[in-house]
């Protein structure tokens, strides 16, 4: 059982910044692969990025790439989401999300069946 704990959420204004974290309970943590996803009221869960178990290679959705970059630090259990010149959509409550490093994981990390384990959510709200 792995637990995450998201932290960092919070209200900022329009092309400001924020960096969510999320910390796992696991030990074995290099061991997973970590994903960052959002919901907005009403829209479906959405992939937001992700990163290898070594952080090598990361991913991101078209709507935030070259504004956010999701990073981890495995001795500390840690993985971050560095969100720059957020706009009002960015608005969501964001999940982290841990799966086991796989050849599954690699061809569906934007996928929510690819994590096996979620925290519960933090807040970001962006003011226009």
């Known amino acids: 059982q792995v637990l995450l704990t998201e932290s960092g959420g919070g209200l900022v204004q329009a092309g400001g910044s924020l960096r969510p974290s999320c910390a796992a309970s696991?030990?074995?943590?290099?061991?997973?692969?970590m994903g960052w996803f959002r919901q907005a009221p009403g829209t479906p869960r959405q992939f937001v990025a992700a990163i290898s178990y070594s952080g090598s290679r990361s991913y991101y959705a078209p709507s935030v790439k070259g504004r956010f970059t999701i990073s981890r630090d495995n001795a500390k259990n840690t993985v971050y989401l560095q969100m720059n010149s957020l706009k009002y959509e960015d608005t969501a409550v964001y999940y982290c999300?841990?799966?086991?490093?796989?050849?599954?994981?690699?061809?569906?990390?934007?996928?929510?069946?690819?994590?096996?384990?979620w925290g519960q959510g933090t807040q970001v709200t962006v003011s226009s």
């Open positions: 696991e030990q074995t943590f290099s061991r997973y692969a």
């Open positions: 999300a841990a799966g086991l490093s796989t050849s599954d994981w690699y061809a569906n990390y934007y996928s929510e069946n690819a994590y096996s384990y």
